[in-house]
């Protein structure tokens, strides 16, 4: 069965340093998310992605952050520079059509 | 913007008992509304549906859900639980008027399943 990887499972990073978190959804998949879950707390849209562009975005989603999807496979979220408050487990979903997100396993980022 | 309840942070619950896990949600325009389920150290699955047609929506392993238009509720129940049922349930609900679909999730019910 198809899913959505994501790397690395845990990436651990200095305050200030740039992170690229990466995402493979799945083949035929059209529309791409980007969420986050702070520990203890409820998981939250930053942002959508369709047609090689951003379709909405929340509050959260700054100007340190950005999304590409630089081949026809890779969807990658990158913080330029990372602060305290970004350390998150970080859920990449695709979907196909107006039917369930499928989500990632996360990546658990630590910013120190 | 949508909104999702989840009063229940945690519900203990004896094996075999049954369980029901609510959920609240606010919204001007129609939604779709779902249960995902997160076990320890893993990513989000999803439980169950509701798109359109019959308001009782079922899963694969004996969870069900009640769509409540009148009540704006989406209640998740097991009539029988078991130790294996021990995770994380978020309600989530998306607009249904646009194709993007952001998920917007309900902070969690943590279903603690003791023998």
């Avoid at chain 2, 509701?50 to 859900?65: D, H, K, P, Q, R």
Wanted: charged share 20%.
């Amino acid at each position: 069965e198809p899913e959505v990887t994501q790397t690395p499972s845990h990436q651990v990073t200095q305050m200030g340093q740039e992170v690229i978190l990466r995402c493979v959804p799945i083949s035929n998949h059209l529309y791409f998310y980007w969420y986050r879950q702070i520990l203890g707390q409820k998981v939250e849209f930053l942002v959508s992605f369709y047609n090689n562009e951003i379709s909405e975005k929340s509050e959260i989603f700054d100007d340190q952050f950005s999304v590409e999807r630089p081949d026809g496979s890779n969807f990658t979220l990158k913080i330029r520079s990372t602060k305290l408050e970004d350390s998150a487990m970080y859920f990449c979903a695709s979907r196909r059509t107006a039917d369930e997100q499928f989500f990632g396993p996360g990546t658990r980022l630590t910013v120190l | 913007a949508q909104s999702v309840t989840q009063l229940d942070s945690q519900v203990p619950v004896f094996e075999e008992a049954p369980v029901e896990l609510r959920c609240n949600y606010s919204s001007s325009v129609s939604v779709y509304l779902f249960w995902y389920v997160q076990y320890p150290n893993q990513g989000l699955q999803l439980l169950l549906k509701y798109l359109s047609g019959s308001t009782l929506v079922e899963s694969i392993n004996g969870f069900e859900a009640e769509f409540n238009k009148s009540q704006t509720s989406f209640h998740l129940r097991k009539p029988s639980v078991h130790i294996s049922d021990t995770a994380e349930y978020f309600c989530a609900v998306a607009r249904t008027n646009t194709g993007f679909q952001k998920l917007v999730f309900g902070t969690g019910t943590r279903l603690l399943v003791s023998p």
